[in-house]
Each structure stands twice: as structure tokens, then as C-alpha cells.
């Protein structure tokens, strides 16, 4: 079946640097696009969401990017602090009005 | 509004007992959804309703799960009997629309089933 997938389980980053956490998603129907913050012993806090019909926007610190061509989704966090540090998740609604289908997640380590 | 509100935040329990976990929905959301998160498989989507009607339960994993909505601003879910393999966090999450709005999720219940 389609789902939402990510390449990278991991990722570390320096303190001050920009991160770029990256999607991949199979389902060409979907058409709204979420990213989540999962911070420890808490429940996936939204962050940016994006439609189809974009391709870019921006939040506080936060771009999320969509290429409709090649079915990718990333969102980049600029100046990246330590309270940056979670698992993010990237969500599709898989096609129309239908439940968000989420990823593995990818984590990030922000390095001070 | 103080978010969606779930009950209990750890439960620990024997096999076999029954587990009821609790959800409170932001008012106003007419779409509830309950999740189950682990390891192994991430954020996987057990039931979601939509103006309290269950629309699509297949993630349910089997019978001894159970779940209800009596009303827009309560719900639960029932695992009775429990098995050590239920162990997991469960989130419980609303919206305004089950795929064009972002879900706002609770702080989830950790099970432990011993």
C-alpha cells in the first residue's frame, strides 16, 4: 500500500546550524501535508502544514518545502537550538477528507 | 481551551485485566481519533469518529479492543482482556476534519501491561 516514509532516521546537527529533515511520500492523491514535533514523554505537537497547491511556507524558524514532482516533503529549521531536539513526523491525509497517515519519524540531536 | 485532555497518564496493569483510557476533545472538534504508538510501528490509527459516529475502525488490532464516544466532549477506549503486547503510549487526538485540518493531540497514556 502507499505510505509515508522518510530518509533519515537520524540526524545531528551543531548548535546554531540549519536542519533539513526530509519526507517521501507515495500517495499522489494527498493533497495536505503536516509536519509534528515529538519532544519526549509528550504527545506529536503541529508545527507548519502545508497543501498541495503550495509549495512553499514559513513559519517562525520553519520552511516547509513540498515538490509535488518527485512526492517529497522537507522541513527546515533555521538557527537550530537545543530545544529543538525531538522526533518529527510528517503526516499526509492520504487522499481527500481521510485520516492523517504519519511517518516513522526522524530524530533530531541538536549538538551545543 | 486547555487542550485535548487524556486520563490516565500511566497505567499499569495484569494480564487479563480490562483498561479503560480516557479522552476529553477540544470543544468545537467534531473529528476524534485514537492512535497507538510503539517502536516497532510508529503511530499507527486505531478508530477515528466523526460527530461521535465510529467512521473507520479496521486499525482496531482485535476484538478485546473496544471504543466509544457518548458524546462530543468524551471517549474511550477499552482493551479487555489486556495482553502484555498492548504495552504501548495511546494517543488520543482531535480536529476540525479528519484530513484537511491539523489534529491537535493529547499527552497520550502509557500502558503497561505486566
Known amino acids: 500500500g502507499e505510505s509515508v516514509g522518510l530518509h533519515l532516521p537520524t540526524l545531528s546537527v551543531q548548535e546554531g546550524d540549519n536542519s533539513i529533515i526530509n519526507c517521501a511520500y507515495s500517495n499522489s492523491a494527498s493533497d495536505y501535508f503536516i509536519w509534528y514535533k515529538q519532544e519526549s514523554g509528550k504527545g506529536p505537537q503541529f508545527i507548519i502544514d502545508i497543501r498541495s497547491n503550495m509549495d512553499k511556507r514559513q513559519g517562525q524558524r520553519v520552511t516547509v518545502l513540498l515538490n509535488k514532482t518527485v512526492k517529497h516533503l522537507s522541513l527546515q529549521i533555521a538557527a537550530t537550538q537545543p530545544g529543538d531536539s525531538a522526533v518529527y513526523f510528517c503526516?499526509?491525509?492520504?487522499?481527500?477528507?481521510?485520516?492523517?497517515?504519519f511517518g516513522k519519524g526522524t530524530r533530531l540531536s541538536v549538538i551545543a | 481551551d486547555a487542550g485535548v485532555i487524556q486520563s490516565p497518564r500511566h497505567e499499569v496493569t495484569e494480564m487479563g485485566q480490562e483498561v479503560t483510557l480516557r479522552c476529553k476533545p477540544i470543544?468545537?472538534?467534531?473529528?476524534l481519533f485514537w492512535y497507538r504508538q510503539t517502536m516497532m510501528r510508529g503511530l499507527e490509527l486505531l478508530i477515528y469518529?466523526?460527530?461521535?459516529?465510529?467512521?473507520?475502525d479496521s486499525g482496531m488490532p482485535e476484538d478485546r479492543f473496544s471504543a466509544k464516544m457518548p458524546n462530543a466532549s468524551f471517549s474511550t477506549l477499552k482493551i479487555q482482556p489486556s495482553e502484555p503486547r498492548d504495552s504501548a503510549v495511546y494517543f488520543c487526538?482531535?480536529?476540525?476534519?479528519?484530513?484537511?485540518?491539523?489534529?491537535?493531540f493529547g499527552s497520550g497514556t502509557r500502558l503497561t501491561v505486566v
Open positions: 469518529f466523526n460527530n461521535n459516529v465510529p467512521i473507520d
Open positions: 487526538a482531535s480536529s476540525s476534519s479528519p484530513g484537511q485540518e491539523g489534529y491537535t
Open positions: 503526516a499526509e491525509n492520504g487522499q481527500g477528507n481521510t485520516p492523517l497517515v
Open positions: 470543544s468545537g472538534h467534531n473529528s
